[in-house]
């Protein structure tokens, strides 16, 4: 079984819709899993993504806030979602494919604008945070899974468009680095992204900030496609479809590509 995965921060499903139906026809990943989808599940617009064959839709909402979606071809079993440092929101949601593979949507907490835990609340929640899943996952080892994405963290230098001057900057610092880096050897997630494309810069995430997005080109890799070591072999072809960042009245983020053979 061949099965094409994309990830994507959406940042709201209901204003970004068409964009959405767009991807989807245009790339016609098999499983798609967004984040940030800011919406109620029931207002989610299901009935335009199961029109273009998305028929099979786990998702967990908030209003106006978080949530995360995973919109399949394929059949899926609901298999839950976890609380992560008991903050009340929709940040995480599981399904299981026909084949047993286990596939987990994440939209890990931003952590705010100081990267310092006394003085920003919300920093130290993305660290509780990441610390809880490097927890749970040395206490149920996955297997036979997928993890994918917005961990709001660009681990490597070449993640970033410039590693010295992100240093203190919230999603490169290296206290954050190495909590992502704990959670990723509690499960044994293989960075399938960077098995595919171990050199040179690469970016998921452009500031609205940036009027010339594209020319600054001062981006970040946010976006995670992780495999656990057992079937980490079978993924390839990944890829950022950057040129979406580009279409009109964007997300500031862009989907992340792999396909598995399993």
């Keep these: 079984m061949s ?6 921060n959406i940042n709201s499903v ?12 245009e790339e016609g990943p098999d499983v798609l899993c967004l984040q940030e989808c800011k919406s109620p599940v029931d207002k989610i617009p299901l009935e335009q993504f199961r029109a273009l064959g998305y028929e099979h839709i786990v998702a967990r909402g908030q209003k106006g806030y978080n949530g995360v979606a995973i919109l ?16 009340g929101h929709a940040r995480h949601v599981a399904a299981k ?14 952590g705010g604008d100081k990267p310092d835990r006394e003085v920003n609340v919300k920093f130290g929640q993305k660290l509780d945070y990441l610390t809880e899943m490097r927890d749970w996952f040395h206490a149920e080892a996955p297997q036979k899974a997928i993890l994918v994405g917005d961990l709001n963290i660009a681990p490597r230098e070449d993640d970033v468009w410039d590693h010295k001057k992100l240093l203190r900057v919230v999603s ?4 954050e680095v190495e909590h992502l880096a704990q959670t990723q050897d509690a499960g044994n997630w293989v960075d399938v992204t960077r098995q595919d494309i171990p050199e040179g810069n690469l970016y998921s995430w452009w500031s609205y900030r940036s009027p010339d ?8 890799r946010l976006d995670h496609v992780w495999a ?3 079937i980490a072999n079978a993924g ?27």
Aim: hydrophobic letters at 40%.
């Design 72 to 87: 399949s071809k394929l059949p899926i079993e609901d298999v839950g979602d976890r609380d992560f440092a008991q903050l």
């Design 97 to 110: 494919l026909a084949n047993g593979v286990t596939i987990h949507n994440f939209y890990v907490p931003a």
């Design 228 to 230: 656990t070591r057992d």
């Design 172 to 175: 490169h610092t290296p206290v």
């Design 3 to 8: 099965f094409t995965l994309a990830t994507w």
């Design 236 to 262: 390839h072809s990944s890829r950022v479809l950057r040129h979406v960042r580009g279409y009109e009245k964007p997300s500031d983020h862009a989907p992340v590509l792999a396909t598995f053979d399993l």
């Design 213 to 220: 997005w594209d020319t600054a080109d001062k981006g970040r």
């Design 14 to 25: 209901r204003l970004r819709e068409p964009l959405v139906a767009q991807v989807l026809q």
